[in-house]
């Protein structure tokens, strides 16, 4: 399943990470791709070590933790680690499957990978996140502050830049659900019932969808 998520970051939080960011000194991004990535991964990120990191994600991790949607689709047990990647003119990210394990300490199985895009599509050309789908390709380029969320298990790539500078943060997540299916399963499961909530309020049915809900939740997650 791939979701895109509109407005996971205010106004606000996106200014404060701009400003931030644009004090920021990016290296190569090769520093933190696997051994066959690196071979097509062409552009910058914040490192680790600048001062302002422990901010910077923080405020994403915080708005993907109040975000409903997110948290419906993903069933996060662990996100990390937050990276901010630049790509100027030229760059790019050939198409490459993401490691099963992501970080060092913790380290975490990355069942889904998310990109928040942190400027508007208008500002530069190119820069489109590709995933290969068994339907076929998808291109997303969304809207400063929307996020896409897919499973890391896809290739998927990022076209060159042609104008301007594409500037994302990307993560990682593991999932209390490991199984995609089940995890769709149980994501249209909550839907249904919080429409029903909404509609009707706390029914017979809303109660049976939501035990139903439970219970799976119950038998597939891990603790």
């Known amino acids: 399943m791939i979701i895109s998520i509109a407005n996971v970051l ?58 409903p949607l997110f948290q419906m ?15 100027d003119v030229g760059m790019s990210y050939g198409s490459h499957v993401d490691n099963a394990f ?7 199985r990355s069942d889904l990978s998310l990109t928040v895009f942190l400027r508007s599509p208008t500002t530069y050309e190119g820069g489109e996140l590709v995933i290969e789908t068994t339907q076929g390709e998808e ?27 594409r ?5 990682w997540v593991q999932s209390l659900v490991k199984d995609p299916a089940e995890r769709e399963l149980l994501f249209d499961l909550d839907t249904a019932r919080q429409a029903i909530f909404a509609k009707d309020g706390k029914t ?13 939740l119950r038998k597939w997650g891990e603790i």
């Open 102 to 108: 992501m970080g060092t300490d913790p380290k975490i």
């Open 73 to 87: 689709a993903a069933l996060p047990k662990a996100i990390g680690p937050i990276l901010f990647s630049r790509y």
């Open 139 to 165: 291109a997303f380029k969304l809207d400063a502050g929307a996020m896409v969320l897919y499973p890391s298990s896809t290739l998927h790539r990022v076209e060159p830049i042609a104008q301007g500078v």
């Open 204 to 216: 017979a049915e809303f109660d049976l969808i939501s035990k139903s809900h439970a219970n799976l």
């Open 10 to 67: 205010s106004e606000d939080e996106l200014a404060a990470l701009e400003a931030q960011l644009a004090d920021g000194q990016f290296i190569d991004g090769k520093a933190t791709a696997g051994w066959h990535a690196r071979l097509v991964k062409h552009n910058t990120q914040l490192p680790s070590s600048d001062p302002a990191m422990p901010h910077l994600r923080s405020l994403v991790h915080q708005a993907l933790m109040r975000n």
């Open 167 to 171: 500037l994302v943060a990307v993560a």
